[in-house]
């Protein structure tokens, strides 16, 4: 396994490869992950930039002025809200998909396999990391710290946001206990949030059978967003490509990572079909909304909030995670 510097797009970058994997991120801009290819399949799971391509954008732009490719992480918030804590920063404005995705990571380390990037945040005090390597051939590991430099406490919500290649034999997969999902975001299917619907096979408001675990055409000019109930502990999703079984599966602890949403954008966003598994530390897009309801972290001045997440790529059945007892 070996962590080499190389380039995306004109962007300086680093690989990481294996016999099974290769990875390609980039310091600047966001720390984005560009590729997670599986060697063995041939497979690219991430999607690159089709019809937008890839340029620098300002700090505090809208996420979609972006190339919409690959794997961003997002900080403090997804909507863009103000700060809703008390304290100095009170009603500051927060970023569209946080601000971590638009900035400039330092590499703070890159030996003995590993690569860790960071990032000073502006909209408050926090420095984040992220490490990547992989823990065997087939599997990827990143590992994530938020340090809070200030003088008070904050609270922040971290999301991944990995737009992941989908097509009509793509099938989200989630563990068995999980049987509804919670509606985050206003659509003509789903209406009002904070409905709930029964995973995977659901009725719409307006009565139709609608399979929530598949992902249409980019056609269908559609999207959703819903999350996993923030009472029910969930630990692992997947995407699963039928026929072939080859399949990609993110892992993580609900101790370290409470929440779970899942994002997919039929063409009504992006130009291609796409499905984002976002495990999150803060239950709704926007950090107001989740402070309001209790469920956004809040960190003391000096604390460390730390969590790791995995991927793993394979063929054939899927052996789904041990998930914690409910």
């Not at 659901?202 to 055409?217: C, K, S, W």
């Not at 101790?255 to 999150?280: F, M, Q, R």
Request: glycine share 8%; aromatic share 8%; with cysteine.
């Amino acid at each position: 396994m070996a962590l080499t510097q190389s380039s995306w797009r004109g962007v300086p970058a680093w690989t990481l490869e294996s016999d099974r994997l290769r990875v390609v991120t980039t310091p600047d801009p966001g720390a984005k992950i560009t590729s997670i290819l599986d060697k063995k399949t041939g497979h690219e799971w991430l999607v690159a930039p089709a019809d937008r391509p890839f340029q620098p954008v300002a700090y505090g732009a809208e996420f979609i002025v972006q190339d919409m490719s690959g794997w961003d992480e997002m900080l403090p918030t997804i909507k863009p809200c103000r700060y809703p804590a008390p304290g100095p920063y009170l009603g500051a404005p927060l970023p569209d998909h946080g601000e971590v995705w638009a900035l400039a990571w330092d590499v703070e380390a890159a030996a003995d396999g590993a690569l860790t990037l960071a990032v000073e945040g502006r909209a408050l005090p926090y420095r984040f990391t992220r490490s990547l390597s992989l823990a065997d051939p087939a599997t990827l590991r990143l590992g994530y710290t938020l340090t809070n430099t200030g003088d008070g406490p904050i609270t922040a919500l971290w999301a991944a946001h990995p737009q992941f290649t989908a097509t009509p034999h793509t099938r989200i997969r989630l563990p068995e206990h999980v049987t509804e999902l919670v509606n985050v975001r206003l659509t003509h299917d789903f209406g009002a949030i904070g409905l709930r619907y029964r995973w995977p096979q659901a009725t719409t408001q307006h009565g139709a059978p609608f399979a929530l675990d598949r992902v249409a055409p980019p056609g269908a000019r559609n999207c959703r967003k819903l999350y996993t109930p923030p009472e029910i502990p969930v630990g692992w999703a997947a995407l699963v490509e039928e026929p072939g079984d080859h399949w990609l599966c993110m892992a993580w602890s609900p101790d370290e990572v409470p929440y779970l949403g899942i994002w997919v954008d039929e063409g009504a966003v992006n130009s291609v079909a796409t499905a984002a598994l976002e495990i999150t530390t803060g239950f709704h897009d926007s950090l107001e909304t989740a402070w309001g309801k209790g469920r956004s972290p809040l960190l003391a001045p000096g604390a460390i909030q730390a969590w790791t997440v995995t991927v793993r790529v394979g063929s054939g059945p899927l052996a789904a995670p041990a998930q914690p007892s409910i």
